[in-house]
């Protein structure tokens, strides 16, 4: 297949090729090439960045920018279009050098959750906890922020949703009370209550709701009230 003339360097072109030619690993010679290309066709654009990723594979800014311009791209197509997979498999190539980047984690599982992928999503989430620094995923990171919580609630039932937030509040035990709000929502009173009892049982109990610990006393008391039967079980913890 015989490629477009358009996507051949131009004669304007030729002072950044011949920059690059005797410097191909300057970050900013490429970067100063994309932005004077800003106005060119995506498909123009791709080349460059896939010459300057090849030369530069660990470039955060570089494959962060990339990626954000392919989502864009891509949203100008039925969600089952070709541009989709091919964007997926670019995220999964930035995730070799980047998979110690909660940004471009959190891209990759914004894009998975906009495709309606749910079992890719769930399983992306486990990668992304595997391979993240603990610190990465405390609530002062972008990673740990709200985000987790709120793209689990747009994609995950309820038993998936369950896991997570599980696996979740391994690494950031503050969404806790996220996780009681849940299990409520959710009518799963049994562990509900196991997990409010849990938090009461705790010497280090902080709400970041900014309860008191007789106001969850109080929340505990109203749940065992209402759904006694459901929680019976769940009685020995208190």
Not at 73 to 79: E, L, V, W, Y
Not at 99 to 121: A, G, N, R, V
Request: net charge positive; hydrophobic share 40%; proline share 5%.
């Amino acid at each position: 297949m015989s490629i477009s003339q358009d996507l051949y360097p131009s004669p304007d072109d030729l002072v950044y090729e011949e920059e690059l030619l005797r410097n191909p690993y300057n970050i900013k010679l490429w970067w100063r090439y994309l932005t004077a290309r800003s106005e060119s066709p995506f498909k123009k654009r791709r080349i460059i960045y896939e010459r300057a990723l090849k030369a530069l594979p660990g470039s955060y800014k570089l494959w962060h920018a990339y990626l954000e311009e392919r989502i864009e791209h891509a949203r100008n197509f039925p969600i089952d279009h070709s541009k989709y997979e091919a964007l997926n498999n670019t995220f999964r190539r930035a995730l070799v050098t980047m998979h110690k980047m909660p940004e471009i984690w959190l891209l990759y599982l914004q894009s998975l959750t906009d495709q309606e992928f749910i079992t890719s999503t769930r399983r992306t989430f486990d990668r992304a906890l595997c391979a993240l620094p603990e610190d990465r995923n405390s609530s002062t990171t972008a990673f740990g922020s709200s985000t987790w919580p709120s793209l689990a609630k747009r994609i995950f039932r309820s038993r998936p949703r369950l896991g997570f937030y599980g696996r979740c509040l391994q690494f950031d035990p503050t969404h806790v009370e996220d996780y009681i709000n849940f299990l409520i929502n959710s009518s799963l009173w049994q562990e509900a209550v196991e997990m409010l009892a849990l938090v009461l049982n705790g010497d280090d109990l902080v709400s970041v709701k900014g309860k008191t610990k007789h106001t969850l006393w109080l929340e505990l008391c109203d749940l065992l009230a209402k759904h006694t039967i459901e929680a019976r079980a769940s009685m020995w913890m208190l």
